[in-house]
């Protein structure tokens, strides 16, 4: 009876899976059109960091107490942050005591875009420069995860995952 529930959870869990991991979506829309404004909700949301645009910062995030940053770098080790007051707040005041914008050229390569109806699960490879800015610079390779929930018509970061690695191997 044990041997006979475990493989039926496992089979439920397998499914589960399959069907999570396809794009779920109706015959209406249009993924390259969703894929793009992912993109740039990324895109801005990083430019206004580098920028120290609070505002334009914070309108690239939903603001609830279930999200979260996950985060390693070699100058400030393991960055872990939950709930939107907790996050925009640090924020807020990281960008108040760094207030000049740091000016980089940062590529994003290798995205692999997951969409449903409602939510996107992304990953890809951020390159950011060596600007010398000792709090808030991010040089070399960084594998980033996002999560984006569509609020209002709107997506909407829900969850940042980033590991410096610094190496600047895969640039072109």
């Known amino acids: ?69 996950l985060g390693w770098w070699e100058g400030g080790g393991v960055y872990v942050r939950e709930g939107w007051e907790i996050i925009g707040g640090g924020m807020k005041a990281l960008m108040e005591r760094n207030p000049e914008p740091n000016e980089q050229n940062e590529v994003n390569k290798n995205y692999n875009i997951r969409i449903s109806k409602s939510m996107a699960w992304v990953t890809f490879d951020q390159y950011g420069t060596d600007t010398g800015e000792a709090a808030m610079d991010m040089p070399g390779k960084a594998p980033n995860t996002r999560i984006l929930e569509k609020v209002d018509g709107q997506w909407k970061i829900v969850y940042v995952g980033w590991l410096l690695e610094g190496s600047e191997e895969g640039e072109e």
């Not at 109706?26 to 430019?47: F, G, H, L, P, Q």
């Open 1 to 69: 009876m044990k041997t006979k529930i475990k493989v039926f959870m496992l089979t439920l869990l397998v499914t589960a899976c399959q069907e999570t991991s396809t794009v779920d979506q109706d015959e209406t829309t249009d993924i390259a059109k969703e894929e793009e404004a992912i993109k740039a909700v990324i895109v801005a949301e990083s430019r206004a960091f580098w920028q120290k645009d609070y505002e334009a910062w914070a309108d690239q995030w939903h603001h609830e107490d279930y999200i979260r940053i």
